[in-house]
């Protein structure tokens, strides 16, 4: 729902199945507090967090938002050039950060993911590097510059950083995703420019379950493809999306929008529409920030996990097959 959803960019999991949802659009900027449960109507209060601007508890063109283990939000903002955080219930806490390139200082932060000890690893997108802070804004590294080899970036974008500390950087400039160590050595790449099965055209966002499974927010492709930790292709999603319960709720009790409906196209209503980042959570649901739809696709994946008693062992020699 537009009014919920207004061009959504992010989503973060709170306590008690909360979903902060980032809206972002020219002029515009909050955070919107929403259930995972949904809804069946609109309740008179939607609880909104920070606004547009440049002033305390304010941004003006954020692109991620993560959630802390005590439940504070943290947003980055590629125009203010800095981290705003807030707590549960959206009082403004601190922001920190200061345009620059020297260490320390950011140019555009775009992804940020907390790492296995609490700390912040920030995309710092237009100086091409990774750095990390501590929650409060205290420098302590960082890794990258620009190019195209391994280890290098081309304004990088969205971020994972999994369990084991290894980071999962989306290289915008160079259509694809590499995964690192925790101090930055290159240990996999995964795709280049293209559409085909594999490939990426300017990816956004970038989301590991698990299960170790990869997924990517191929955004230029209107699409979601899925790696697995070898970073082998799976499948790609295009999208599926049915009206919510509140929606169904609006549909029923204004008649233009059944009418507007009835004149579309209904197959393509489901598709994505330049989604700009993915996420999932701990129950393995997919959260895809739809942008251009405003609204938020969520599903749950579907798996039988397996041992090593359910899958034949790795074949000893290469097989030819003739015809």
């Not at 997108?125 to 409060?136: E, K, P």
């Not at 599926?240 to 009835?262: F, G, I």
Request: charged fraction near 25%; hydrophobic fraction near 35%.
């Amino acid at each position: 729902m537009r009014r919920i959803t207004n061009f959504p960019v992010d989503v973060a999991f709170g306590k008690d199945d909360t979903v902060y949802i980032l809206l972002r659009t020219e002029g515009a900027a909050q955070i919107r507090v929403w259930s995972i449960d949904d809804a069946e109507q609109f309740s008179g209060d939607l609880v909104q967090i920070g606004g547009y601007g440049d002033g305390d508890g304010q941004f003006q063109w954020p692109v991620q938002l993560v959630c802390s283990e005590d439940g504070d939000l943290f947003v980055s903002d590629e125009a203010t050039h800095r981290i705003t955080r807030f707590k549960p219930d959206g009082e403004f806490v601190g922001k920190w950060g200061a345009e620059g390139t020297g260490p320390g200082e950011l140019k555009g932060p775009a992804g940020i993911a907390f790492d296995p000890d609490g700390n912040l690893v920030v995309v710092d997108s237009q100086n091409h590097r990774i750095q990390r802070f501590t929650a409060g804004g205290e420098y302590l590294g960082g890794f990258g510059s620009y190019g195209s080899e391994p280890g290098q970036f081309d304004l990088p974008m969205g971020i994972h950083v999994d369990e084991l500390g290894d980071i999962y950087v989306v290289d915008w400039g160079n259509n694809r995703v590499q995964k690192l160590s925790a101090a930055g050595e290159p240990i996999m790449t995964i795709g280049q420019a293209g559409s085909e099965d594999g490939e990426f055209n300017r990816p956004m966002g970038v989301a590991v379950d698990g299960h170790g499974d990869i997924y990517v927010c191929d955004w230029g492709n209107n699409r979601i493809q899925l790696f697995n930790q070898e970073g082998h292709y799976i499948w790609k999603f295009r999208g599926d999306a049915s009206l919510s319960r509140v929606s169904r709720t609006y549909m029923m009790t204004n008649a233009m929008p059944n009418r507007l409906r009835e004149m579309g196209k209904l197959e393509e209503e489901k598709y994505l529409r330049r989604p700009r980042s993915v996420r999932v959570d701990k129950e393995f649901r997919l959260f895809i920030p739809d942008y251009e739809s405003y609204r938020v696709q969520i599903y749950m994946k579907d798996f039988i996990p397996l041992d090593e008693d359910t899958m034949a062992a790795p074949p000893r020699n290469v097989t030819l097959s003739t015809t």
